[in-house]
C-alpha cells in the first residue's frame, strides 16, 4: 500500500519531499521506484544487471554503478560484446549483419553485395597478399580495396605532412640499411680504402697519359654509430609528431574510422594502432572493435612497451 503522506507539525518533511515521496512507487520486489525509473521502464528502459537500475534504452554503463549494459554476444563464438562493437576481438570476425563493413551504409542483412559501395558480405581477397578481408583496407599489408579507399589514400597522400612523413620514412629505411661505424678501427681501414682507391685511379691515368689526374672524391655515406643513432632518433621523432597530428578522432562510424587510419599509415616504418577504446596496441585498426573511439599509430621501438593485442 503507498504511504500517505500529509503535512502536520508531527511530520518534520517539507513540501518539495511530500511531493517526491507521492510520485514514488513499488517495484513488484517491494523496491521503491521514483518516477523517472516507471517512466524509463515505460520507454524500455535498460535495468543494470549489477545494482537494478532502470538505465535510458541507449545507455552503455550504468548512470548509478557504472557498470556496463546493452552487452550481447559474438555470434561466431558467444564471447561478450559491448554495445557499439562491431568486430570480436575474440574470433576476430565481423559481427554486424545490417551494417556494410566497408562503407558503413545501411543493410536490410539479406544483401549479397552493399547496394552504396558495392563491396561483397563475405569479404574481399587482397590481389597483393591474398588474404581474406572484412573492411576497405588490408589487414596484412595495408593495400585499398575499394575504389572509395582508394580515392581517400590518394587524398590522403596528398596532404604536405603525410609527404614529409612518408620522406622521413625513406630516409629512416636508407638509414637502417647502412652500416655504421662501431669502432676507431672501422674508420681508419675505411680511410685507407679510400687512400688505396685514389693511389690506383691516379697510377692508371698516368699510365694513360695523364700527369696530373683528378680524382673524383668518394661519397662516404658511412656514419659512426653516434651519428647513426642521432639521425634515426630525429627522423622517427619527426615521424610521432606527424602521426599525433593525424591521429584519428572520435566519430559515428566506424568504418570511416578504419579507412581514414589506414589511409594515414606511412610505408616503411613498423607501427602500432593504438585504440582510445582500451588504449591496447592493434597491427592496425582493423583488429579494434570500436575504431569509432579514435585511435592514433605509434612507431614501435624500443619506448612501446606494450605488446600488439592481435599476435597474443
Not at 517491494?30 to 523517472?36: K, L, N, R, T, Y
Not at 572484412?134 to 597522400?157: I, N, W, Y
Not at 614501435?300 to 605488446?307: M, N, Q, S, T
Request: contains cysteine; proline residues 7%.
Amino acid at each position: 500500500m503507498i504511504e500517505d503522506i500529509t503535512l502536520n507539525p508531527q511530520n518534520p518533511i517539507n513540501e518539495e519531499q511530500a511531493m517526491q515521496r507521492q510520485r514514488q512507487r513499488f517495484s513488484p520486489d517491494g523496491d521503491m521506484v521514483s518516477e523517472q525509473q516507471m517512466q524509463m521502464n515505460a520507454a524500455g528502459g535498460v535495468k543494470c544487471p549489477n545494482c537494478g537500475t532502470v538505465n535510458d534504452p541507449e545507455a552503455a554503463f550504468c548512470a548509478s554503478c557504472g557498470h556496463p549494459i546493452g552487452r550481447t554476444s559474438c555470434p561466431n563464438c558467444g564471447a561478450d560484446l559491448d554495445p557499439g562493437a562491431d568486430f570480436c576481438e575474440s574470433c576476430r570476425r565481423y559481427v554486424k549483419n545490417d551494417v556494410c563493413s566497408f562503407c558503413g551504409a545501411r543493410l536490410s542483412g539479406n544483401e549479397a553485395f552493399c547496394p552504396e559501395c558495392g563491396s561483397p558480405k563475405g569479404g574481399i581477397v587482397c590481389p597483393v597478399c591474398h588474404t581474406l578481408n572484412d573492411f576497405s583496407f588490408c589487414k596484412q599489408c595495408g593495400s585499398p580495396l575499394t575504389d572509395e579507399a582508394r580515392e581517400l589514400m590518394q587524398q590522403v597522400h596528398e596532404l604536405p605532412e603525410f609527404k614529409e612523413m612518408q620522406r622521413l620514412a625513406v630516409e629512416t629505411q636508407q638509414l637502417e640499411q647502412s652500416v655504421p661505424y662501431t669502432s676507431e678501427r672501422e674508420l681508419l681501414k675505411d680511410q685507407r680504402n679510400i687512400q688505396l682507391r685514389e693511389r690506383v685511379l691516379t697510377l692508371l691515368a698516368q699510365d694513360r697519359g695523364i700527369a696530373e689526374p683528378v680524382i673524383p672524391a668518394l661519397d662516404s655515406k658511412r656514419l659512426s654509430k653516434e651519428e647513426y643513432d642521432a639521425r634515426k632518433r630525429e627522423c622517427l621523432t619527426k615521424i610521432a609528431a606527424i602521426l599525433e597530428k593525424m591521429a584519428q578522432k572520435p566519430q559515428p562510424k566506424p568504418a570511416q574510422a578504419r579507412n581514414y587510419a589506414m589511409a594515414c599509415r606511412p610505408q616503411g616504418i613498423r607501427l602500432a594502432w593504438e585504440c582510445n577504446y582500451k588504449h591496447a596496441l592493434h597491427s592496425s585498426p582493423c583488429g579494434c572493435a570500436k575504431p569509432q573511439m579514435g585511435g592514433k599509430w605509434l612507431i614501435l621501438g624500443k619506448d612501446v612497451k606494450k605488446e600488439i593485442k592481435d599476435d597474443q
